[in-house]
Structure formats: C-alpha cells, structure tokens
C-alpha cells in the first residue's frame, strides 16, 4: 500500500540537484499499514513532505518480519529517492539466525535513529503471580518451566525473552506466533503463561483487568507506563531490550545525500507537534547522527549475535 504526501514546492532550492531529488521519495516500510511502524512513518514522511518541498510516498512492503523491504531498498536506486524506515529485527536479528540477502552495514546506510519503545511483560490472571520476582520464583521451580509468546522466531519479543532467560537464570520455554493477534488471543485463553508484548496492544487489557504487567523492558519507565517497573530496576541492572525503528538508504548512497537526509530527519523528530504525536502513539523519538547510528547499530547486533549463539537460536 503507498501514499502520496504532497508538498508546495520549497523557494530557494532551485539548483541543489542532489537534494531534495527531483523525483518523489519513496519511504519504505516493511510492515501492513496500521502498526507502529506504519503510524510513525506516515507523521514524519508529512513533516518531511513540507520541510523540503517534495512529495514522500510511504510503500508497505510487508512480509518475512520485515525482511522483504530491506531486501528491497538495499537493491534500490542510491540517489537520495528512497529511505527505509528500517527495524531491530531485520538490522541486528535475522541476519544471524537465518539467510538473508542483505548485509544491514554494507548494503545499507544509517541516516538517523527514528523512534523506540519497550516491550511489557504480561501475564494471564491465572497464572497467580503478582511480580517479576514471583513470576521468577515460579519459573524455577514449575516442572517444565513456564512458555512465552513471541510475535515469530528472531522477531524483537522472541529475544527479549531469551535475554530474560539469560539474565535471570530460567529457561522459559519460547512459543513463535504469527503475529500479536494469536499470542495475545492464546494468553487471554490462559493457554499460553506471558508474552513480551508492545504496549499499546497490551495495556487495553490490562487496564480491564485480564492481563497483569510484570515489567517493561526498557531502561527507564515509559511516561505512558509510570507505574509499571523495569526489569532493570526489578533485580537485573542494565536489562534492555528495546524495539527500535531507524532511518537507513541503499548503501551506495553519496555521503553528502545521506548526510542532508540526517539533517532533515533529526529537524523533524525534534519538531513539538511531531514529538507529541509520536509520544500519543507510545513512541519515543530519537533522533541521532550517522555515526550514533551507526554504533548503536553494531552494539546491538553484538548483543542479539551472541544471544542467538548461546540460545541457539534459528529461525525454523
């Protein structure tokens, strides 16, 4: 699915042939229409449209956990046209548990981190555990263990849980599903124990009081979540494990074109109006240069790597 983003014409760019393209851009988002991804994209790809005066079409391109659309724009023209709105999965997790045909820091390029949110970890009522420490506790000592949901194998909830596994020394027992929908479906039917879940497709339950929230995953306590802890702060110092959307172009890119993209990026995810919209979504902006990109790309790629290793991790 694409949409067309118009633009008046900017006074004053006149000559820049190089920026902004005289062609329309084409933003690239490798997941349905209606998902955070999705929302995200569309608000900046608008601010984007009016600060540069040239239209910027948002092209879905679902499938394979969003490896389909990196595939893509790694292949894609490298003349500033096209962007994808690029994600932890495919970035930093599938190219070790499965064949893909992409290097994310060769055939791409960063540009710009673009928003981030925690998972929560959520639990039925009738698993009987109020807390992390419980849920811990019960971990250990239930025969076989306890399961976890996961939106599939690799995807940003599966590795969450295996750090978990890690962290706090149990071995929950991982469950792929295709998508949120079932794994949210099967742990309100009490037939699954939890689920690293998105918030924003977790929290209606648990404000109806189905679902109990354990902790978020990420440092800090979301300002949309003030009352649920972390696990960081829940007895594991330093646990992370963020979902994370950046900005990234074919990896043959010019450096100057790649650079006055991460100007007009980091402008837009500084903008009030888009901040407070992508705060309403639970999305947290982060915006960053090339190279803050760029390592923050290669730390967590050494994190999953050698999560994927110890765990043994694949994606069949």
Request: no cysteine; proline share 8%.
């Amino acid at each position: 699915m694409t949409l067309a983003i118009a633009a008046l014409p900017l006074a004053g760019v006149g000559h820049a042939q190089d920026f902004p393209p005289s062609k329309p851009v084409t933003l690239v988002v490798g997941f349905a229409p209606g998902g955070a991804a999705d929302a995200a994209a569309r608000l900046i790809a608008k601010k984007l449209a009016e600060n540069i005066g040239q239209s910027v079409v948002v092209d879905n391109k679902a499938g394979a956990g969003g490896n389909i659309a990196h595939q893509q724009v790694a292949s894609a023209p490298a003349d500033g046209s096209v962007l994808l709105f690029g994600s932890i999965g495919p970035l930093t997790i599938a190219p070790h548990v499965m064949k893909v045909g992409y290097d994310p820091f060769k055939d791409l390029a960063a540009v710009s981190g673009g928003v981030n949110f925690p998972n929560v970890l959520v639990v039925h009522q009738g698993l009987g555990v109020k807390n992390l420490s419980e849920f811990v506790a019960l971990a250990k000592k239930k025969q076989g263990g306890v399961d976890f949901a996961s939106t599939g194998a690799g995807s940003a909830s599966h590795l969450a849980g295996e750090l978990f596994n890690q962290r706090a020394g149990v071995d929950m027992v991982h469950v792929p599903y295709k998508g949120g929908a079932p794994a949210l479906t099967d742990l309100l039917g009490q037939r699954i124990a939890s689920y690293f879940s998105a918030p924003p497709t977790a929290m209606p339950y648990v404000e109806a009081g189905k679902l109990i929230p354990l902790a978020t995953t990420g440092l800090k306590r979301p300002a949309y979540l003030p009352n649920i802890p972390t696990v960081a702060e829940s007895g594991y110092p330093g646990f992370e494990a963020l979902n994370w959307y950046a900005f990234v172009a074919p990896g043959k890119t010019p450096a100057p074109i790649l650079d006055r993209w991460n100007v007009e990026i980091v402008k837009v995810l500084n903008d009030p109006g888009v901040k407070d919209a992508l705060n309403k979504h639970g999305l947290t902006p982060q915006p960053t240069s090339r190279a803050e990109l760029t390592a923050f790309m290669r730390s967590e790629d050494a994190k999953w790597s050698a999560i994927v290793r110890e765990r043994k991790i694949t994606a069949n």
